[in-house]
Nanobody, 120 residues
Framework: QVHLVESGGGSVQAGGSLRLSCAAS????????MGWYRQAAGKTRELVAD???????NYADFVKGRFTISRDNAKNTIVLQMNSLTPEDTAVYFC??????????????WGQGTQVTVSS
């Protein structure tokens, strides 16, 4: 079993910053891509940013220059530093990991989600 635990959500005023963390634990061989997705009320879930085990990053256009994703392979964690937040960033943020599990290949796991609320 693999678990993703997110932390760091909360409420902030426009222009502020938040830092989200996600830690993976459990029994697995390794983790390929880890990333953050978000889902605003009434909208579909969308990619925010992801990062490969080798450190290559990918960002949605709407966060480029404002958000930074980083990863610690030794701790199986990723961090999303969010700056210059706007009310449009309000959503539930989910961590996702592509995990290699022994005898099962690559499995996708999701965290429970953490709420980010940005007020104007």
């Amino acid at each position: 079993q693999v678990h993703l635990v997110e932390s760091g959500g909360g409420s902030v005023q426009a222009g502020g910053s938040l830092r989200l963390s996600c830690a993976a634990s459990g029994s697995f061989v390794s983790i390929n891509v880890m990333g953050w997705y978000r889902q605003a009320a009434g909208k579909t879930r969308e990619l925010v940013a992801d990062i490969t085990r080798g450190g290559s990053t990918n960002y949605a256009d709407f966060v480029k220059g404002r958000f930074t994703i980083s990863r610690d392979n030794a701790k199986n964690t990723i961090v999303l530093q969010m700056n210059s937040l706007t009310p449009e960033d309000t959503a539930v943020y989910f961590c996702k990991a592509d995990v290699i599990v022994a005898f099962r290949g690559t499995q996708n796991y999701w965290g429970q989600g953490t709420q980010v609320t940005v007020s104007s």
